[in-house]
Every structure is written in C-alpha cells, then in structure tokens.
C-alpha cells in the first residue's frame, strides 16, 4: 500500500479503528448472538445481517490497520506563496472564464467531486509548488491543457476532510 499520509490522517484512522474495535465490534457480536437466538439461521434474515454489518466493520478494521502500518509520513514543504497540501488553489481554466477552486490532500481525503484533489492527481501534480501567476501545463492521457493560479489560501486540515470509507 504505502499511501503518502499526514500524522492527522493516521491519527484520524487511529480515531476510527480504536472505535470500530472498542465499541462497534462488542455491539456487533451481541447483534449477532441476539439474531441467532431467533431460531432457524436458514431463514433468519437479521442474523445474516448481522453477520454481514459484524464482516464489514472487520473489514474495515483490517483496512485501517494495514493504511496505519504501511504508511509514508509526509508533511508540507511548500513555501507559504506556494501551492502544497492542504492548500486551497483558485485557477482559471484557458479558454474558460470561471474560476474554480480545488484544495489539494493527500489520497485518503482525495474527492475531485468535493474539489479535493491529490498531488498524485494530473491537476494536482501539475500545481504543485507553482505561484499565483503563474500559468501551469496540466498533463492528462488525451492530451495536455493549461491553467492560471489566482489565488493560494494556507488552510491546513480541516474537520471536514473526511477520509474515506472502501
């Protein structure tokens, strides 16, 4: 795996694993107990759910263990005029008038449909370390376009970055 994190995404993940194990998991297997006491498990449809909300929390407890441990600490090292992680980016696309805004994260915050872009992404790759002004080649597999910074706001990680859920 090895995602490029920050410590307040390991954090986060921590955050949910030690409460999808301390308190989701208990309420799971009693939820499963309970639904097996009903009788007949082959026509027992709360016990298959259960069974199957009990497999989705592991799953995910699996998932949130192995991001901890194989995860690549990173931190910003951008200049304060540069765009970097956790930074809020206005571009102009050419050819566009609009401007359009897009803060860039790290993979496990990443939502283009949110305007949150990695720096893995073209888009994201292409501004990385550019400065308002400057006039940026985005390069994609059809081809190439062209962007122009307008504006880079220092925002740092918000409570609304969520990370995502497989």
């Known amino acids: 795996m090895n995602d490029r994190l920050t410590r307040s995404d390991i954090e986060k993940m921590e955050e949910e694993l030690q ?12 939820a499963v107990k309970t639904a097996r006491a009903f ?7 709360e016990y ?3 069974r199957r909300e009990k497999a ?5 407890i699996t998932y949130l263990e192995n991001m901890i441990r194989t995860a690549i600490i990173i931190e910003d090292e951008s200049a304060e005029d540069e765009v970097g992680l956790n930074k809020k980016v206005k571009i102009v696309f050419d ?11 790290t993979a496990i915050r990443g939502d283009s449909l949110r305007g949150l872009i990695t ?16 006039r940026v080649e985005v390069n994609v597999e059809a081809g190439s376009y062209f962007v122009t910074i307008t504006a880079i706001e220092n925002t740092g990680e918000e409570e609304t970055d969520v990370i995502r859920s497989y």
């Open 19 to 30: 409460h999808r194990k301390l308190v989701v998991r208990p309420e799971l297997i009693d």
């Open 39 to 45: 009788g007949d498990l082959s026509e027992n449809f």
């Open 48 to 50: 298959h759910a259960a």
């Open 56 to 60: 989705r929390n592991d799953s995910r």
């Open 95 to 105: 050819d566009e008038e609009d401007e359009e805004e897009f803060k860039i994260v």
């Open 119 to 134: 720096p893995e992404s073209p888009l994201g790759a292409a501004l990385m370390g550019h400065k308002v002004g400057d």
